[in-house]
């Protein structure tokens, strides 16, 4: 069988304990998995086993949620986040990766968090999970995709104001994105000759120059240079034509040029399915696509789907990174 996926707990005051709970009674040792945090922040009454080192999560699954334990400082409440809770959340990521790079995990999954509360609990100084497991790794640059089985989309800029999207974009931040997508279509998901849609940054993708000349200037000739390296790539394209089924059928993944012009589409087709991934990690990343709900946090109501497909996802990557590697979930070489 397989190795676990490690779970990071995300804010204990959020939606992350129950859904961790409801994930493992959707999946159970079909998809063995175990959390890492403090199991008093799990719903009452909640099936869980701790656990000294994750290897025992695989037999653990069959019965009870598998916890790896971390004690945290503070005494979470649903819905109330607190900052002595900080340190313990941060706590859980590092635990997280340093399991999936040591061939301990075969991915990690991160349930959502509160970035001002870790700001101010722990001093978290990062935009987001990202960039702090990009830092981790000690990768300069990593690509966000949201995924879905009806669309797979990549945003090249991401948390930026509109109007700073056309000075943030440059022919390398496209072509890097366009790569790390590339080589991640190949390793991660199995596909041996990827089809990329990139989408215009203007209206009618430019119509010629008419409503803009980004498309002329800088997304043509950067997408010619990385179709004279092999790449299969359709674009600039007009964005409102591109994610209809037909369209969808031409393409593995869309190359989108802000947050909004990606998101919105997968979001309309898949909401409660859609999956953070990370690409251009050393180590397979997922997270449901959601933040921490404090609203509805302790009430049972959260829908734990995002988490369902993320912890699914993060399996059938691990699988096809060791069968891309020739050797085995965690990617050692086969003897």
């Known amino acids: 069988m397989s190795l676990p996926i490690a779970l990071s707990c995300g804010d204990p005051a959020g939606i992350g304990p129950e859904i961790a709970v409801k994930a493992w009674e959707a999946l159970r040792d079909q998809r063995p998995f175990f959390y890492i945090g403090d199991p008093h922040h799990l719903p009452e009454g909640a099936p869980f086993v701790e656990i000294e080192a ?4 695989i037999e653990a699954s069959a ?7 971390l004690h945290f400082a503070g005494a979470s409440h ?10 313990g959340v941060v706590d859980s990521i590092v635990r ?30 990062y935009p987001g999970h990202t960039e702090f497991l990009a830092a981790l790794a000690r990768v300069d640059r990593v690509v966000m995709m949201l995924a879905a089985p009806a669309l797979r989309v990549v945003p090249v800029t991401i948390h930026i104001a ?17 790569r790390i997508t590339h080589a991640a279509l190949i390793r991660d998901f199995g596909l041996h000759a990827p089809r990329l849609a990139v989408a215009g940054l203007n209206p009618h993708a430019g119509e010629g120059g008419k409503m803009g000349t980004e498309e ?7 997408l010619a240079i990385l179709r004279a390296e092999g790449m299969q790539i359709e674009g600039p394209l007009s964005a409102d034509t591109m994610f209809h089924a037909g369209a969808r059928a031409r393409y593995d993944a869309a190359i989108c040029m802000y947050h909004d012009q990606a998101l919105i589409p997968i979001k309309t087709l898949d909401f409660d399915g859609g999956v953070n991934v990370t690409l251009g990690l050393p180590f397979i990343r997922t997270s449901p696509d959601h933040g921490t709900a404090y609203d509805i946090a302790g009430r049972g109501i959260a829908n734990p ?31």
Do not use: W, Y
């Open 305 to 335: 789907s995002s988490l369902i497909a993320a912890l699914e996802m993060a399996a059938d990557m691990a699988a096809a990174r060791a069968e891309a590697s020739g050797g085995d979930i965690a990617g050692t070489k086969k003897t």
């Open 216 to 222: 002329m200037s800088m997304i043509a000739p950067t």
């Open 54 to 57: 994750p290897a025992e999560a």
């Open 63 to 69: 019965t009870a949620l598998p916890v790896l334990p």
């Open 78 to 87: 649903p819905g109330q986040p607190d900052p002595a809770d900080a340190q």
């Open 96 to 125: 997280g990766v340093e399991l999936v790079q040591s061939g301990a995990a075969s991915a990690i999954c991160t349930l959502p968090i509160n970035k001002k509360v870790l700001a101010d609990g722990a001093g978290f100084a």
């Open 162 to 178: 509109l109007a700073d999207v056309p000075h943030a974009l440059t022919p390398q931040l496209l072509a890097d994105t366009i």
